[in-house]
């Protein structure tokens, strides 16, 4: 079983910048993509942003152009880098890898934007 450890959650002004990270608990020897969801309360879990295996990445409408994923393969670690944040942006973030056809969640980090 792997575990994804999340941090970097927090409180930030709107207009500010945050950078969410992620890594497994032991190396896995093969992910397929590594990415990040959100969710409010009473609305389902979102894509927010994946990256491939082959480096492609894929972002929500609603953070194109401020948010960007990266990845250290090395160290099979992901991050979300959040800029221009907006009050909307406000949610927990589950990072969330794919591995061998599986799904393996992050216990999710809470992000808050202030107006």
Request: charged share 20%; hydrophobic share 35%.
């Amino acid at each position: 079983q792997v575990q994804l450890v999340e941090s970097g959650g927090g409180w930030v002004q709107a207009g500010g910048s945050h950078r969410l990270s992620c890594a497994p608990s032991r190396t896995a020897f093969r992910i397929d993509a590594m990415g990040w969801y959100r969710q409010i309360p009473g609305k389902e879990r979102e894509l927010v942003a994946v990256i491939q295996i082959d480096g492609f990445t894929n972002y929500a409408d609603s953070v194109k152009g401020r948010f960007t994923v990266s990845r250290n393969k090395a160290r099979n670690t992901v991050y979300l880098q959040m800029n221009s944040l907006k009050p909307e942006d406000t949610a927990v973030y589950f990072c969330n890898f794919k591995i061998l056809n599986r799904d393996f969640w992050g216990q999710g980090t809470q992000v808050t934007v202030s107006s």
